[in-house]
């Protein structure tokens, strides 16, 4: 399949552990926040949103958190695992402007057994 | 539900030659989008539509039109290919301003 995110940033985690993803957003205006997961050769994959009027958000196994002050978003996977092994991207989305997303550059997940 | 559907799943076009990609989605979402994707990078929107008859131009849509014509279909054409357009494309639909589900992508490859 297609490979996707060849310069990206990596996390290598062990299998088990706890992942942290990073995401900075560019627009104070944006209402609405997604994470996505993207395997080799695949589409993007919803994992999770947040409003913009939310600070913290769980999910089975992710949670994301909100800072608005620092426009800081951040996708946290509890007991990481081999199936983890992905890029994940954030998203941010501005209602007002006709639901289009804009995507951040990306974080490659490696997941060490 | 099938969910959004992309055809080809892979092509090879010689520069100038033209092509449709083909998108489809039952999940009777008003609002779909077309992407690029380069390697490493992000998705970038090429054209999107909030309903049938309805399309607007995104982030990169120079050397691409759209059509919808049913709330079902979105294809995308590239009139004279160019390596530039070199890259993986991707499908999405959305119930109005909520989630986009996404295609598995067209891997087009200009020569």
């Known amino acids: 399949g297609e490979s996707v995110g060849l310069h990206l940033p990596t996390l290598s985690v062990q299998e088990g552990d706890n992942s942290i993803i990073n995401c900075a957003y560019s627009?104070?205006?944006?209402?609405?926040f997604i994470w996505y997961k993207q395997e080799s050769g695949k589409g993007p994959q919803f994992i999770i949103d947040?409003?913009?009027?939310?600070d913290k958000r769980q999910g089975q196994r992710v949670t994301v958190l909100l800072n608005k002050t620092v426009k800081h978003l951040s996708l946290q996977i509890a007991a990481t695992q081999p199936g983890d092994s992905a890029v994940y991207f954030c998203a941010e989305n501005i209602y007002a402007a006709g639901n289009k997303l804009t995507f951040g550059g990306g974080t490659r997940v490696l997941v060490k057994p | 539900n099938a969910g959004v559907t992309q055809t080809p799943k892979f092509r090879i076009l010689k520069i100038g030659q033209s092509m449709t990609l083909q998108c489809t989605q039952d999940m009777n979402h008003n609002y779909m989008y077309w992407y690029r994707q380069d390697p490493g990078m992000g998705l970038k929107l090429i054209y999107y539509?909030?309903?049938?008859?309805?399309?607007d131009k995104g982030e990169v849509p120079n050397g691409y039109n759209v059509s919808r014509s049913t709330t079902e279909d979105f294809p995308l054409r590239l009139e004279l290919a160019a390596p530039s357009q070199t890259s993986v494309y991707f499908c999405?639909?959305?119930?109005?301003?909520?989630?986009?589900?996404f295609g598995p992508g067209t891997r087009l490859l200009v020569l």
């Open positions: 539509s909030v309903g049938a008859g309805i399309t």
């Open positions: 947040i409003r913009s009027n939310m």
């Open positions: 999405a639909s959305s119930y109005r301003e909520e989630t986009q589900y």
């Open positions: 627009n104070s205006a944006s209402d609405y």
